[in-house]
Each structure stands twice: as structure tokens, then as C-alpha cells.
């Protein structure tokens, strides 16, 4: 069943990757050939239920909440960045910190999220739940919000002049049991971010994905400690499969944003069902009634006519 739902998709996602042109010159990425005996099986529907990063593995993590419930997990309805962390320079801080301060006044910052917009690395991996999907040339990524997805091509580098686009240029090769997708190139939007509390970033953001199965006892535990700092909210987990789960640890560099590199992770258990879309709908007339957003001029993408 799994492998026909796979199918169905790959004949849907038909649009071809965005045009390479212009731009940025990155340094080459080494990508080693992989014989199809090595390749691990990442494939499936996997989820996760909370809105923000996991704990990273070592060394410095990402932008945590300030604002905090009674349980000690951070508050998802009040996202107040901690512009202390030492991850940040000064000019990133001052932007957390007026985000913050929208937050507590009962407002919102336009986000990628609430404008309906494609979704930039790493604030993507916000997704409550991940389709993979590995063929011998590429893996397909595909988020349940909109049915946003990437193709990331294996075992070559990326081109010597990029034409930035919101999801980059990534480019992908195995590495023993684990998945490695590198990408630069990602386009500056109108409400950029990388994460929930509004952490801008610039041209030179350099994200590194891997992706690698971890076990049953490993998955409840990195499930276990992302829900200590995010509260379950999104996509349902099978507690009744007690196979491996998946871990994407990812590593962020920035150096007009960060002045050091920085990573967090993402545990992922088997989803519950096979697939739930989620759409971004435009009924929300009350929103810009209501003031809510602390840009007034903030408009979600609205077709000229109906598509049918």
C-alpha cells in the first residue's frame, strides 16, 4: 500500500525544479556514489507533534521561547524569542526581541505560516508531518501544508551560480546510513524567518540536513524530550508501531545572522495515518478585522479569479 501511495504521488509532484541561473557561487559539495546495498530505507510517512525544533545533539541550539506554561514547555500561543542567546548577533537579537514584543501585546508577526507562503529551510521542518520518498537519482520531500515539497538531486554538486528560490538549491548524497542534503541559495522573502520567533536570516544561510533511522527506544526518548519544550499539537504518532523511527539533526550557518553555526533536530515517529492535508485557507477576513497582524498591509496570496 505504502508503495502505491508513493506512486500516486510521484506522478503528481510532475512540476519540473526551479530554473538554475544566476546568483550565488557556493562551494562544491563532495558527493559520494552510493551503491543501491547501502542506501537505508528513509521512505514512509513519518510525524511529529510539536510546532518547534528538538533539542540539538551537542554544541549551541536554537532560539528557545521565553514565554513559558505552567508545565515549563514553551508557550506555542505566545512566541517570545530569547534574544540573549549567544547564537545571535546584535541586529538578529533586536529583531527577536521587537517579534517578542508584538507577541505580548496581543498581536502577530506576519510569518511564512500565517501568509500562506512557501516555506523557507529550516522553518519548514515546523511540519507536522513528512512524506519521503527516496528513487535512484533524488529524494522527494513533501509537507502536509499545502503539499509544499522539495527534489533534491543525489551524487552531484551544486551548479557554480544559483538562482536563489524559497526552498534553495539542495543537493543530496548518501553517507553510510544516513541522508545528507546541503543547501544554499534561499531566496529572501517579504516575512523572512527560520524559525517561529521571526530569526531573520540573509543570502549566506547555509543549511546541512541528515536524515538516519533511529530505534524504537531512541524515538520514544527524542520524542519524550521535544515534548518537554514543545507541547503536542499537530500530527499524531503511532504509539502501536514499534519499529525504528526517523531523526533529521540539521546544522544552520549564517554569518550575517549567527555568529557561530548551531543545530537542533527533529525526531519523527510512524504517522498514525497515511496523509492529511493541510490548507492554508483564505476565510480569515476577521484577522485583518481584528488587527492582528502588527503589519497592517500583511496580505495572504489571493487569486484574481477562481480556479474553477
Not at 37 to 64: C, K, T, Y
Request: charged letters at 20%; hydrophobic letters at 35%; proline letters at 8%.
Amino acid at each position: 500500500m505504502k508503495a502505491h501511495s508513493d506512486l500516486i504521488w510521484l506522478a503528481i509532484l510532475t512540476a519540473a525544479a526551479p530554473a538554475l541561473g544566476q546568483a550565488l557561487s557556493p562551494a562544491a559539495v563532495s558527493a559520494a556514489p552510493a551503491g543501491a546495498a547501502s542506501i537505508p530505507d528513509l521512505s514512509g510517512v513519518w510525524a511529529h507533534p510539536g510546532v518547534g525544533f528538538g533539542p540539538q545533539l551537542s554544541g549551541p541550539g536554537p532560539v528557545r521561547n521565553k514565554s513559558r506554561l505552567p508545565s515549563g514547555q514553551s508557550n506555542s500561543d505566545e512566541l517570545v524569542g530569547d534574544y540573549s542567546n549567544p547564537i545571535l548577533k546584535p541586529a538578529a537579537a533586536e529583531v527577536i526581541k521587537r517579534n517578542g514584543e508584538i507577541q505580548l501585546s496581543g498581536h502577530a508577526f506576519p510569518d511564512p505560516d500565517n501568509q500562506c507562503l512557501q516555506n523557507p529551510l529550516p522553518y519548514i521542518f515546523w511540519n507536522f508531518t513528512l512524506r519521503l520518498m527516496q528513487l535512484p537519482d533524488k529524494v522527494v520531500l513533501v509537507y502536509d501544508h499545502d503539499d509544499d515539497y522539495r527534489e533534491v538531486p543525489l551524487d552531484r554538486p551544486h551548479p557554480a551560480t544559483i538562482t536563489p528560490s524559497v526552498h534553495g538549491d539542495s543537493v543530496g548524497h548518501y553517507d553510510g546510513d544516513t541522508l545528507l542534503l546541503d543547501t544554499v541559495g534561499i531566496k529572501l522573502g517579504p516575512y523572512r524567518t527560520i524559525d517561529r520567533f521571526g530569526t531573520p536570516y540573509t543570502q549566506a544561510l547555509h543549511v546541512v540536513e541528515r536524515y538516519r533511522r533511529i530505534g524504537y527506544e531512541a524515538t520514544k526518548e527524542g520524542l519524550a524530550q521535544a515534548a518537554k519544550e514543545w507541547r503536542p499539537v499537530g500530527a499524531t504518532v503511532d504509539r502501536n508501531y514499534r519499529g525504528k523511527g526517523l531523526q533529521l539533526e540539521f546544522t544552520v550557518e549564517d554569518a550575517g545572522v549567527f555568529t557561530m553555526p548551531w543545530s537542533a533536530t527533529i525526531t519523527y515517529g510512524r504517522s498514525a495515518i497515511d496523509w492529511e492535508e493541510r490548507v492554508c485557507a483564505e476565510n480569515i477576513r476577521h484577522e485583518y478585522d481584528g488587527h492582528f497582524f502588527s503589519d497592517q498591509d500583511a496580505r495572504i496570496p489571493t487569486a484574481d479569479k477562481p480556479d474553477f
